[in-house]
């Protein structure tokens, strides 16, 4: 053997050994060498390596940090989407979930394989030619982040991968799951503890704070594992034809697998599957939210298809929640910043599910009185995986004598303005929009912004310095800041081009036109449209400001309740006053032109995907420009969805309410036959 070969053959024993104990530790629980045996092995690899740079290899555990901090991952795009699951949550539930798969597969034997449901985070893998290249979050299932770099650190996936019979596939994507294995977790963070760190609440969060690392080192010391469940491609194709079938070939090639899985052939045996592992849950390596029950043969998967972006060959059965009880201390209400108001229930502390929980949202006053909860009340608290914890009930027989009913609030908590809630909403409001301090930062965002009075130059950087030095208490302030150019100027980066660049995009923003204007004032329900709508037909701002709740709801696009929030915040003093310096600093407008009948007059149109020769606001201005209202989301009520590349669930919703869609072709087609594009 040349030295080179010797060399190498030491490093590849070191590295099967070294990975073989990441096994046992990370996945096992089993650690069969001390932490200091392992550390010399791990320190005899990387010595060999810096004193024979040319002969390191690829899957060496010391080559998983890439070294340099990212300044943010770059978005990549799945070549096959990664689909989330529909949910059973009892034994009813399964039984119809499996009867709608035997429908579907009439006269057919059907085996179910029942997995664990990780509860970490979904990625995708991908190994070219046998080398681990790309890691990638789901995101939101079509576009996630690019994470290879932290992906690299996880210490029991394997970085280079060899069929059994030597061969390497062209191209694998592996899909699983990120998580923090229990016994990992609680050392991380007994660890953390004692170096007076912040802690983690649960795997869940401690995974997925250290995948979200810019910085790999910091991933690389965490001790995350990787478990497979599927693979989304393989060239040339691996010949399996079930899905345990795929499990054990994943696993043989190096990936971790759930610690346990069971082939079942009927439904019956899914569910005693799924209440042996509810009972061993605790005694399991991982958190686990449920089972993840699939159709074991690959065929009979391909056969059943999806509806929208769900398989309809595998579900979650998820496990009953975790509950808890305690005492609510108080119940106080946040003005969050479109300034509605939220009770927030403040509990004795209680661990529920290995997380401590003290705040707990009630949602709304509704929701108060259908629980009937008071201060002083005992409740049973409840959460599911990750799910937000929940006051699930209130138990009247430990009520205390004295206590009362809550009330919604009179005025606002922050600003002291009246608090609203038409009749048939569910929530509250504080009616000081222009006023309120809580409300502050989004009223002056959606203020500047390019649909409103479009103050170029004035970004939240700029906003969130403004309101620092106190030189923004509401938006009429913009309008005077060219008096305190001397302070402007002690903002950072703010040199006098930036300052005169501003104070020149305010000065031009004076000029604006009544239907901007009564956008910009952000009144709740009032977006570009019906603001559009209330500039035409009330023609000035005093006629609106004096409209009944009549004439409101006679505006084309304006229902009961918006009419409602118009009138509020028109009755609300602060909001006049601050209305009345904005007019004072000099905003004006030309009269707006009287509406004529247009052809889309009233109707509800959607735009989704991308269009090639336009962007969606220029063909949503051309739609309103024909008198169309255009909305976010496909309903019933939709009248027509225009429809360009790579629509997603829009279409696939469109299609099932049997609603029109137009193709790029179509719709330009249309906007031709209108006189809104040139011939
Ligand atoms: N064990 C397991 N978890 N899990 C999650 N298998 C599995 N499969 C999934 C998901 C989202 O999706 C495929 C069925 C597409």
Request: proline share 4%; hydrophobic share 40%.
């Amino acid at each position: 053997m040349t030295e080179q070969a010797t060399i190498i053959a030491q490093m590849r024993q070191l590295i099967q050994i070294l990975a073989q104990h990441n096994h046992a530790y990370y996945v096992m629980d089993q650690p069969t060498i001390s932490d200091s045996e392992y550390d010399q092995l791990f320190h005899q690899l990387k010595a060999l390596e810096q004193q024979y740079p040319d002969a390191v290899q690829a899957d060496t555990p010391t080559l998983k940090v890439g070294g340099q901090a990212l300044s943010k991952f770059e978005s990549v795009t799945h070549v096959v989407p990664m689909l989330s699951l529909g949910n059973v949550f009892n034994y009813e539930d399964l039984q119809a979930f499996a009867r709608r798969i035997e429908e579907r597969l009439p006269n057919q034997t059907v085996e179910y394989d029942v997995e664990l449901k990780f509860d970490g985070l979904a990625i995708s893998l991908w190994y070219e030619n046998g080398v681990l290249t790309r890691g990638v979050t789901r995101g939101d299932g079509e576009t996630g982040e690019d994470i290879t770099q932290n992906v690299k650190t996880i210490r029991n996936l394997p970085k280079v991968i060899q069929l059994a019979d030597g061969s390497v596939p062209k191209l694998l994507e592996v899909r699983g799951e990120v998580l923090m294995p229990k016994a990992g977790f609680e050392k991380l963070n007994a660890d953390n503890e004692a170096r007076g760190e912040k802690t983690f609440a649960n795997p869940r969060n401690a995974a997925a704070g250290s995948l979200r690392q810019l910085d790999p080192n910091i991933a690389a010391a965490r001790p995350l594992a990787f478990y497979a469940y599927g693979i989304a491609q393989c060239e040339p194709h691996h010949g399996l034809t079930s899905m345990s079938a795929s499990l054990e070939w994943l696993n043989q090639l190096g990936f971790a697998v759930g610690e346990r899985h069971f082939v079942c052939d009927s439904i019956e045996a899914v569910q005693a599957a799924y209440e042996q592992i509810n009972r061993e849950r605790p005694e399991l390596l991982v958190e686990i939210d449920g089972m993840v029950i699939k159709v074991n043969d690959l065929k009979q998967q391909q056969s059943l298809g999806f509806l929208s972006r769900e398989p309809r060959w595998a579900t979650a059965y998820k496990f009953p929640a975790v509950a808890a009880l305690t005492t609510v201390d108080n119940i106080d209400w946040q003005v969050g910043r479109t300034g509605t108001l939220t009770p927030v229930a403040r509990l004795n502390p209680v661990a529920v599910g290995g997380v401590t929980v003290s705040n707990v949202t009630l949602h709304n006053i509704g929701e108060i009185h259908r629980l009937d909860v008071r201060v002083g009340d005992t409740v049973s608290v409840y959460r599911s995986g990750d799910v937000i914890p929940k006051v699930e009930k209130v138990w009247p027989e430990f009520r205390p004598v004295d206590t009362v009913e809550v009330q919604l609030p009179a005025n606002c908590p922050v600003c002291d303005s009246p608090v609203v809630m038409p009749e048939g909403e569910a929530l509250a409001r504080c009616s000081g929009g222009l006023y309120c301090a809580a409300q502050r930062i989004e009223a002056i965002r959606h203020f500047v912004s390019r649909k409103a009075l479009d103050i170029e130059g004035l970004g939240d950087r700029w906003v969130e310095s403004l309101l620092h030095l106190d030189l923004l208490k509401d938006v009429a302030d913009i309008y005077h800041l060219h008096e305190h150019r001397e302070q402007l100027l002690t903002i950072e980066k703010m040199g006098e081009k930036s300052v005169q660049n501003l104070i020149d995009s305010i000065e031009k923003s004076k000029k604006t036109t009544l239907a901007a204007f009564i956008y910009a004032l952000g009144i709740r329900g009032v977006g570009e449209t019906t603001a559009r709508m209330l500039a035409n037909t009330f023609q000035t701002l005093e006629a609106l400001k004096a409209a009944d709740l009549e004439a409101l709801k006679k505006t084309p696009d304006v229902g009961e309740i918006t009419a409602e929030w118009i009138l509020d915040f028109f009755q609300a003093e602060h909001n006049l006053e601050v209305v009345g310096r904005l007019i004072e600093a000099g905003i004006h407008w030309d009269a707006p032109i009287a509406p004529t009948r247009q052809p889309l007059n009233g109707e509800s149109w959607v735009v989704t995907g991308t269009l090639s020769t336009m962007g969606r606001d220029e063909a949503t201005q051309l739609l309103q420009a024909l008198g169309a209202r255009v909305s976010g989301s496909v309903s019933s009520k939709t009248k027509c969805l225009v429809a360009g590349e790579k629509a997603g669930s829009k279409l696939d919703k469109a299609e099932k309410l049997g609603i029109p869609v137009l193709n790029e072709e179509q719709f330009i087609a249309l906007m031709k036959q209108h006189g809104q594009i040139e011939n």
